[in-house]
């Protein structure tokens, strides 16, 4: 299936803007949780592989900006771990495995529509995001062989990158989200995110086509702080 560009996204983001009315406020927290990560990949030319998800941890900063007291402008800046697991199935092979931990710097920006003007609220969100593949670390078991036996090690380390990495990505992110204001100014969030890669993390061998997209799940609590308490003119 061909995926959509960005461009359209901030099109429409865009004209939502535009369409607002502009009384502003901003709001500003910390947001911290887990990730599960599908590594999408099609296996061509390695059927003795099989891919699963793992979960990973997210923690970074969340900041909006309110039009009005409906539609809003989302930006994060986060520390997220897009893990994923490789077994190999074969009879002789499968104690063989790899964890791959690779540890993103993702900016989403979205559009924030916000419903209920009570204490508690339901938001919807919507937009793209830009990252950048900082770390990646593995671990499991290997194996080399000798003329009459199969040899088994473990490792765990921290792989240097190479040209076949693509080490930034682009994609489409939305998701819900519910939060409560305990007071004027302070509340909490929890929120599920889609992280959804338009680009490949790998590049791709010469005469190999073997694409590979992360999609990724964040659920997190939220702490923000409200600047002023927007009121409807």
Known sequence: MKRPTLLRLLVVA???????????????????????????RTNMGRVDETYSSMIGVEGGLRASYEFTDVLSLRMDLSYMQRTHYMKRNLNYLNNVFTIYTNSYL??????????????????????????YWMRAHVEGVTYWMTDYYINFDSFDENREFNVEDQRWAIGLVGGIGVSFDFTEHMGVG???????????YHKGYTQLTDPRYLSTLSINLSLYYRFFKYEQP
Do not use: N, R
């Open 14 to 40: 865009l004209l939502c803007w535009t369409a607002a009315e502009v009384q502003a406020q901003w709001t500003v927290g910390l947001k911290g949780g887990i990730t599960l990560t599908d590594p999408g």
């Open 106 to 131: 993702m900016l989403p920006i979205m559009a924030e529509c916000t419903l209920g003007e009570d204490q508690f609220q339901v938001h919807m969100y919507f937009g793209g995001y830009g990252g």
């Open 190 to 200: 929890l929120e599920a995110l889609y992280y959804y890669d338009l680009s490949t």
